[in-house]
Structure formats: structure tokens, C-alpha cells
């Protein structure tokens, strides 16, 4: 049974040199008929670019996050079924058939793709194979020069579905791969554009109370090409705590804030005694995660003082 035609939508912000590559990357995708592929340029110079219904790249200057951009590309298309996909990640070439091995239940409103993160080095690599064993994270060591943030982004799965999907009644899929179905995504109005981070769990949160599922598909899977320096992570886990922070206000109980300063000294003895029993066993893996753990888990706990809102240009 032929799957559903699809619109491929991708937010991108950046520099000009990236979103040609971008474009490289994605040509790769395999499309059926029906089927679309919109970079959206979010960038607040982004030049003028073709009309609805024309390919490839549409402007959304007006306001940069990434939910404005996926409301404005899920607008140029009509297909049944959304694919929301981030810049950073790499796409294997058959993506699209993967989400539909199976046919969504009819509650289904949302099929969440996997992740799993990669160092910045994998993007010069093949993505076609990608997604035939996510349980094996950790297995590829990105070499002795992988930089301390995408080997710590890797050894814990930092961008992984389960670490959303499994919270109980505050769960939600990450929106750098999933699937919405184009029903569901206009009942409820799709992303709240002005939302800086955290888009994605609020829209899962509003499917839910709408009566939508969410389904997984583990082979559905992309690489999510990490941050590459420690204050390029730490921004992005500034990014993620302004989300979180603004979740638990508008959704009590989904984020809850730790308190100070006991959450500083649990850093302080985690990070000791993981380093301690790293250094007794050698392990460097170990020591990388006892090391950067705290340090990401205080950056994101701060990242709460933060307003997660942008106003439009």
C-alpha cells in the first residue's frame, strides 16, 4: 500500500554558505508524488523567495524561531501528513518510507521519528545508513579529536526521543524529526509562533488535550550533528532552560524548578565522585559525562531567568 504524500519542512538560520549546503544534504531525500520539500530561510535578512507552490527554499524573515518557520512552510503545502526535520540533523535518503512501515492508528496525530546524536564529523558521512540500530548508541566513537560537548551530546543521548516520551504525563516529541498529521496540526493551530524553545512540547500538550496520540517510529531516525564547543552547548542548554522555565509557568507541573542552593551541591558531589571513579577505572567517557553533566544541568536551570518570546521584526 502506497504511503501518504508528505510536505518535508526544515527551519533554517544561519549563514548563506550553510543553507546551500543544506540544500545539498536534502536533495538527497527521496520524494513520491505528492510529496514537498520546503527550507524555510529564517534568517532576518533572508532575500525574497518564491511563491507558494514553487520549490524549494521560502522566506520567513518576520519573526526567528523555529516555530514561526515550520507554520510558515506548513503553509505552502496541502499534503496529509507534515515532516518536520531541524537543519543540524542528517537525513537518510528513505526517511519518508520509514515513517510509514506501519499505518497510523486513525487517533494518531503525531509519529515521533528517532535521534540520535552524532559528532559534528559525521556530517561528511553517508546518512543513508543511519537509523538501522538506534539502541547502539555510544558505539561509535567519534575518534580521540571529538570535541568534549558532541562527545558528551553522544554518550548520554542528550538529543534522544526517550528523554522527553518517557515523562509520564508531561511527555512530548521533539519536533528536530517527527511526523504531524496535517489534520491534527490546524486543529490546534499549529506552533505558537512566538515561542523561542519548548514549541514542541507545548504543540504535543495541545494534540493530547484535542484527543491525538502520539506513536513512535525508532526507524524513522536521523543524526542530530552536535554542538561542537562547550559554549556553544552551554547557549543551546540557555535556549533549553528559558523553554522549560516558560512550560512550567504556562503548565504547572511539567518542568518543575530544582531548588538552590541543594541542586548546586548535588552538582559539586556528582561531578566528584563521577570523576573519582572515572580516574580509578580509566575511563574517559565516564569522566567527560561527570564533568559536563552538572555544568549543563546548572546552565539550563539558569537558563529559566531567561524570557522565552521573541517579538517579530
Known amino acids: 500500500m502506497p504511503r501518504p504524500a508528505v510536505?518535508?519542512?526544515?527551519?533554517?538560520?544561519?549563514?548563506?554558505?550553510?543553507?546551500?549546503?543544506?540544500?545539498?544534504?536534502?536533495?538527497?531525500?527521496?520524494?513520491?508524488?505528492?510529496?514537498?520539500?520546503?527550507?524555510v530561510d529564517n534568517r532576518p535578512d533572508a532575500p525574497l523567495r518564491p511563491a507558494p507552490g514553487e520549490p524549494c527554499v521560502a522566506s520567513a524573515p518576520r519573526l526567528q524561531t523555529p516555530a514561526f518557520a515550520r507554520n510558515c512552510g506548513a503553509a505552502r503545502g496541502t499534503a496529509p501528513w507534515l515532516v518536520f526535520v531541524d537543519a543540524d540533523t542528517a537525513v537518510p535518503e528513505d526517511l519518508l518510507d520509514r515513517y510509514f512501515d506501519e499505518t497510523p492508528r486513525p487517533d494518531?496525530?503525531?509519529?515521533?521519528?528517532?535521534?540520535?546524536?552524532?559528532?559534528?564529523?559525521?556530517r561528511g558521512e553517508n546518512p543513508g545508513g543511519r537509523g538501522e540500530n538506534?539502541?547502539?548508541?555510544?558505539?561509535?566513537?567519534?575518534?580521540?579529536?571529538?570535541?568534549?560537548?558532541?562527545?558528551?551530546?553522544?554518550?548520554?543521548?542528550?538529543?534522544?526521543?526517550?528523554?522527553t516520551l518517557r515523562r509520564g504525563p508531561w511527555a512530548f516529541a521533539q519536533t528536530a524529526n517527527c511526523a504531524v498529521r496535517r489534520e491534527a496540526f490546524a486543529a490546534v493551530g499549529g506552533f505558537r509562533e512566538e515561542l523561542r524553545a519548548c514549541e514542541d512540547a507545548d504543540l504535543c500538550y495541545r494534540l493530547a488535550a484535542s484527543g491525538w496520540a502520539i506513536e513512535r517510529r525508532e526507524r524513522a531516525c536521523v543524526g542530530h550533528i552536535s554542538r561542537?564547543?562547550?559554549r556553544a552547548l552551554l547557549h543551546q542548554q540557555l535556549v533549553h532552560g528559558a523553554g522549560i522555565g516558560w512550560l512550567e509557568r504556562e503548565y504547572p507541573g511539567a518542568a518543575p524548578a530544582r531548588r538552590w542552593p541543594g541542586f548546586l551541591l548535588w552538582g559539586l558531589r556528582s561531578a566528584g565522585s563521577g570523576l573519582a571513579g572515572a580516574l580509578r577505572s580509566r575511563d574517559r567517557d565516564a569522566a567527560t559525562v561527570a564533568l559536563i553533566d552538572p555544568l549543563v544541568a546548572w546552565t539550563r536551570e539558569l537558563g529559566r531567568l531567561r524570557s522565552n518570546t521573541r517579538g517579530a521584526r
Open 7 to 39: 510536505d518535508v519542512v526544515v527551519p533554517f538560520l544561519g549563514p548563506p554558505a550553510g543553507l546551500d549546503e543544506l540544500a545539498g544534504w536534502l536533495a538527497r531525500l527521496r520524494l513520491a508524488a505528492g510529496d514537498t520539500l520546503t527550507i
Open 108 to 122: 494518531t496525530g503525531l509519529l515521533a521519528g528517532e535521534i540520535i546524536d552524532e559528532s559534528p564529523a559525521a
Open 134 to 163: 538506534p539502541g547502539g548508541r555510544g558505539e561509535n566513537p567519534g575518534g580521540r579529536g571529538e570535541p568534549p560537548a558532541a562527545r558528551w551530546a553522544r554518550l548520554t543521548a542528550s538529543m534522544g526521543q526517550d528523554t
Open 228 to 230: 561542537d564547543t562547550m
